[in-house]
């Protein structure tokens, strides 16, 4: 028996709208958001240590933190290195330019930002310096060494470390090319967390 002109376009509208909510719950896959725990260290003039700056979805931007103030300080350059404990639930999300503002280019001077985890993922190895000339002091309470951004790649929860480079602990320098021993790198280790949700489809 054939439907009337005037059912056949509400039922066929409403096997549409059947079909799409049934595809709708079908298509209903995890989702992955990212979850940033520092360490348990207080914040201390001189410290430096991982911080939240703010998260996304699955995204989380990290700033590795200066403490201050210091005015005495002759900052000039930092190496050091962020170790993922599992780099396969968290990868850095590399970037053409990188945030800073720790170092103060004076007259005539340039600041130079190598990130690298290119060579091994779970390392990521840092160096932030002018190229000449004087350092400076640091004049606010916190200021940024480097801003970085990590995704997560799968639920789960893996560590973020500061860690040294070349048999030498995480340090900072002077314009002498000094190590700054005011200047002291957080040895806990902060976490991130990748937390899925949803999936509950059929």
């Excluded at 040294?164 to 002498?176: I, K, N, R, T, W």
Aim: aromatic share 6%.
């Amino acid at each position: 028996m054939r439907c009337p002109p005037f059912l056949r376009f509400p039922l066929l509208v409403s096997i549409c709208v059947g079909v799409a909510v049934f595809l709708a719950g079908c298509s209903n896959h995890p989702t992955l958001s990212a979850q940033f725990t520092p360490s348990a260290t207080a914040p201390a003039l001189g410290l430096v240590k991982l911080v939240e700056r703010s998260r996304s979805g699955s995204r989380v931007l990290v700033d590795v933190l200066l403490y201050g103030p210091d005015p005495g300080l002759d900052l000039f350059a930092f190496k050091f290195g962020i170790m993922i404990g599992n780099d396969t639930l968290v990868r850095l999300v590399p970037q053409s330019t990188y945030n800073q503002t720790a170092l103060v280019a004076g007259d005539g001077q340039s600041i130079s930002i190598n990130v690298d985890a290119a060579s091994d993922p779970s390392l990521i190895q840092v160096e932030v310096g002018k190229d000449g000339g004087a350092g400076n002091a640091v004049a606010v309470p916190s200021a940024i060494v480097l801003e970085v951004s990590f995704d997560v790649q799968a639920a789960g929860t893996t560590t973020l470390t500061l860690v040294g480079l070349g048999g030498e602990p995480p340090h900072a320098v002077d314009s002498s090319d000094a190590p700054i021993a005011a200047v002291h790198f957080d040895a806990a280790s902060a976490t991130v967390t990748g937390v899925s949700s949803g999936g509950s489809g059929y």
